[in-house]
């Protein structure tokens, strides 16, 4: 029988999560948007860039790729965060990966 020891703790894996946020009008600044954003981010979680889709008619959707920890819950506090954000119309989850 083989016997395996592990010294010190596990630490859990990362989580990468690309979610796409819809401001509220074409009016909104997008630079401010994305510092307001940033700013609202919960404990743990972190933003690796953001990305941007025409929607239509002059409006643009921000697209953070977020990196969270690989725990119970995933990427919900991170989008509840980004809903409480003003000039925030939506938030939804695209692509997710482990790190």
């Not at 596990?10 to 509220?24: I, N, R, W, Y």
């Not at 948007?33 to 933003?47: V, Y």
């Not at 990196?67 to 990427?75: K, L, M, S």
């Amino acid at each position: 029988m083989s016997l395996l020891w592990l010294h010190g703790a596990l630490t859990m894996g990362k989580v990468a999560a690309q979610l796409k946020v819809m401001p509220e009008s074409p009016e909104v600044d997008l630079d401010d948007l994305e510092e307001r954003l940033a700013d609202s981010l919960p404990e743990g979680a972190e933003i690796n860039g953001f990305g941007r889709d025409d929607v239509a008619f002059g409006l643009v959707a921000l697209l953070p790729t977020v990196i969270v920890p690989d725990e119970a819950g995933g990427t919900e506090a991170v989008e509840e965060a980004f809903a409480g954000v003003d000039q925030v119309e939506s938030v939804e989850v695209g692509e997710v990966g482990r790190l």
